[in-house]
């Protein structure tokens, strides 16, 4: 697609995956504008990303053909009310948040193209897993061009927008679940005889092959959890279960619209 300039509202970890992702693929608008409340959040991408450019205010980016709106749930209306005035029919805007619908975007911009979008953060790497959903009647060629950039993330896909939430849960928090585990395993590694490196290769080439017997085999989650017949923290196991179903469940119950 011909390039557009881009703009991000909100400087965070997102907006950083992004700019990360677009970049390994040499995807990145020769025009890109950021904005952030937070100075020092903003410089920190200019000096990591140098072609970008820190926008002074929140309608600096608006005025960008492609809008990025990454900010949080909570503030997301009061950004879009910021912004009105100066997004325009031809402008896209696709948010990143979960919660508020295209129909309470649509309900404040003068702009029919909108997008929502539950980017996860292994596109940092051009590995997402990024649902996507379209405002009804969205031209299609439009929407193939756009999808064109957004699959340089990683795997880009439309769902009906009320998955989106789900897949927030179920997919784009679903790392913070595992990270600090798989870390932890690596410490339990070192503390019982492996180097450092030993010890990350034994913990990520286990897991792969792990991931690969459990999805692949053709065998049911039973009988590959019975293949292995001592279960060191098995007796933890309705705890952990608990914790996820209240955690999650109870999040997925506020972050639903």
Known sequence: MKQKSIGFIGGGRITR???????????????????DPNTETVNSLCTD????????????????????????????????????????????????????TLE??????????LVRMIPN?????????????????YDPEEKKQLLKLLKKLGKTFETEEAKLESYAISSA????????QWQQMEAIARETGLSE????????????????LYYQSGLQ???????????PIGENEPEIKNILNSKLLGLFEKIKP
């Open 104 to 113: 309470k975007m649509a309900a404040v911009l003068p702009t029919q193209k």
């Open 121 to 137: 953060a292994t596109s940092y790497i051009n590995e997402g897993y990024n649902p996507v959903t379209f405002a009804p009647g």
């Open 197 to 212: 490196e030993e010890a990350r290769k034994a913990v990520s080439a286990s897991l792969k092959k792990a991931w690969k």
């Open 221 to 231: 989650a039973e009988e590959v959890i019975d293949l292995i017949p001592v279960k």
């Open 17 to 35: 995956i992004f700019l990360q992702g677009l970049s390994n693929k040499n995807a990145l608008s020769a025009n890109v504008k950021v904005f």
């Open 49 to 100: 990303f140098p072609k970008i450019e820190k926008a002074e205010t929140v309608a600096g980016v608006a005025a960008q053909q492609l809008v990025f709106i990454a900010v949080h749930p909570p503030v997301m209306m009061e950004t879009l009310q910021a912004i009105k005035e100066t997004v325009n029919t031809t402008t896209v805007v696709i948010s990143l948040a979960p919660k508020i």
């Open 173 to 180: 928090m679903l790392p913070t679940y595992f990270w600090f």
